[in-house]
């Protein structure tokens, strides 16, 4: 299976507003796209990345105000990792502690810092100061400088009960390679390693099992090239006997979708067409993108929805 790394993660917010705010002013993410749920045009997808939505830097969420939260443990991807640079740690602390950011005391793992910090709905993220070169291009912010902006996703850790269905799967199909172990998480690579394709899983039992809901990830998305390899990927899938969906046409990218063994909802995403699609990348997230059989119904769906600013 031809994958390059993690494409992008969806998770599950509450308040729209309170989610733009704290990824694009506190993380420094750009906006890059703002668009509707396709299963539930009344609520909004949230789209945030580097300058040019380069796919391996994009979280999004499906925020339903009022929804209640869930409950991060097994059988979810447990923790969302972001690359900053490796002298970044100072600035991120002092950061974190100014901005009243719920977090935890920073660890070293593999040799690099990790800063743990939590979203206004309890959402685990995670800052990894990486020492391995990280060339992606952030978005400018404000207060951020370059020299310490996120780069984009490191990678994302799995909570699992048991990890070898899921451990045989990565390895086995999906062509990751261990490359390191420590204690109770095992990390995994693809393609060309490096931040943005690293996989973790982690077994451990003092975990609760995953409820799903606000805060929690609702599925991790891996990258491949374009529609032939994404083909590839689906019948590999499906020779395995995995219960893999039909593709799906995102617009920006394509996807299938199958659940591992572990439980985590996995999808394989394209790289093309990318964001740029339907907006120049200059103005990226600025006004409503729409899938073009939502677009006859713009204006109903634009004022069903919150402001976000
Ligand atoms: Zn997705």
Redesign the pocket.
Known sequence: MNLTGLH?I?AIASDPKQNVDFYTRMLGLRFVKKSVNQDDPGTYHLYYGDYAATPGTIL?FFPWPGTRRGRAGHGQAYATAFSIPFGSVDFWTQRIIQSNIPSQPAVERFGETVLTLFDPDGLRLELVATKEADLREPAPAKDIPREHAIRGFHGSTLALRHDQATRSLLTATMGYRAVGRAGDRVRYTVGPGGPGTYVDLLVDPSLPAGLNGAGTIH?V?FRTADDRTQLNAHSELSEQGLGVSPIID?AYFK?IYYREPGGVLF?I?TDTPGFAIDEPVESLGQSLSLPPRLEPFRREIEAALPALV
């Open positions: 992008h969806t999004t599925h998305a995102r996807s999808e995403a």
